[in-house]
């Protein structure tokens, strides 16, 4: 069964670091998302993907974060300068098409010291 | 998007049906009802949606009340492996909101 995979499994960075999260979407995909969750908390929304451009936002989603497809399989979430505050599991989701079911990969746990 | 409002955890033994709540009062007419798992820290795992008809997939069953207002996510077998925090999330745009769902605790 195709699955959403994401490296690496675990990040530890210094505040002030750039990090680069990487995702590889299923085949056939065509929407992408990053989520976050801050330890203990709820999964929170961050951006949403398609045809190159960002559909959506969240508030989270500053000019701090930017989001790529650099080529027709990875997606990647780029943090320029990293806070204590963006310690957490980032995940990554596609689907097929808009407003339709989200398959998550299984994380990048983010640790900013 | 609606919101929604399930209860903070529930016990379901293992080998028996664990039916879980949820509440959306405010659902409007175009919006989905999307049930997803999370198991400890992993990435949320989709289980089941539907827009007004009962629906049952390998997984769980989907019950939706008549007037949309409320739903029922049943597992018809739970396994100690079920034991994780279900969403019920309610929309149709392309994002899902989270909101802290129910912590199911299935003991044997």
Not at chain 1, 94 to 109: I, K
Not at chain 2, 28 to 55: A, D, F, T
């Amino acid at each position: 069964e195709p699955e959403v995979t994401q490296t690496p499994s675990h990040q530890v960075t210094q505040m002030g670091q750039e990090v680069i999260l990487r995702c590889v979407p299923i085949s056939n995909h065509l929407y992408f998302y990053w989520y976050r969750q801050i330890l203990g908390q709820k999964v929170e929304f961050l951006v949403s993907f398609y045809n190159n451009e960002i559909s959506e936002k969240s508030e989270i989603f500053d000019d701090q974060f930017s989001v790529e497809r650099p080529d027709g399989s990875n997606f990647t979430l780029k943090i320029r300068s990293t806070k204590l505050e963006d310690s957490a599991m980032y995940f990554c989701a596609s689907s097929e098409l808009g407003a339709d079911t989200q398959y998550f990969g299984p994380g990048t746990r983010l640790t900013v010291l | 998007d609606a919101k929604t409002t399930q209860p903070t955890s529930m016990d379901c033994a293992e080998g028996r049906a664990a039916n879980l709540p949820c509440n959306h009062s405010t659902i409007s007419g175009n919006e989905y009802v999307y049930w997803y798992r999370q198991i400890h820290s992993q990435g949320p795992q989709y289980i089941i949606h539907g827009l007004k008809n009962n629906e049952t997939n390998e997984m769980a069953s989907l019950i939706i009340t008549e007037d949309r207002k409320s739903s029922t996510l049943i597992l018809p077998h739970a396994t100690l492996r079920d034991t994780a925090v279900y969403y019920c999330i309610v929309g149709y745009t392309d994002k899902l909101i989270f909101g802290t769902g129910t912590r199911l605790q299935v003991f044997p």
